[in-house]
C-alpha cells in the first residue's frame, strides 16, 4: 500500500480519531502510533497513553508498516468507535 491509498483510506473511514503520525506520546490515549525510526513502527496506545507492550510491531518498508496499520485502525474503530 502506497502513502496516498492510506491517507485516502483514513479519510473515507473516518479513521483520524484513532491514528497519530509519530512516536507515542503521553496524548495519544487510545490511538494507534504509525513512525520511522530506521524501521517503521506501530502500537496501540490505552487509555492513559500508555504503550501496548503486545501491539508493538516494526517493519522494513512502509508498505507492509500502512497495511498493517490500517487494519489495526479499523479494529480499533470498530471496538472503540
Do not use: Y
Not at 13 to 25: D, F, I, V, Y
Not at 49 to 55: C, D, K, N, P, Y
Amino acid at each position: 500500500m502506497d502513502r496516498a491509498t492510506f491517507d485516502q483510506a483514513v479519510q473515507s473511514e473516518r479513521l483520524e480519531r484513532w491514528l497519530h503520525l509519530g512516536a507515542p506520546t503521553g496524548t495519544t490515549a487510545n490511538q494507534l502510533c504509525l513512525w520511522r525510526a530506521g524501521e517503521w513502527m506501530t502500537t496501540a496506545t490505552d487509555e492513559r497513553a500508555g504503550r501496548i507492550e503486545s501491539t508493538f510491531r516494526g517493519f522494513r518498508d512502509e508498505s507492509a508498516a500502512l497495511d498493517s496499520a490500517l487494519a489495526e485502525l479499523r479494529f480499533l474503530k470498530e471496538f472503540l468507535g
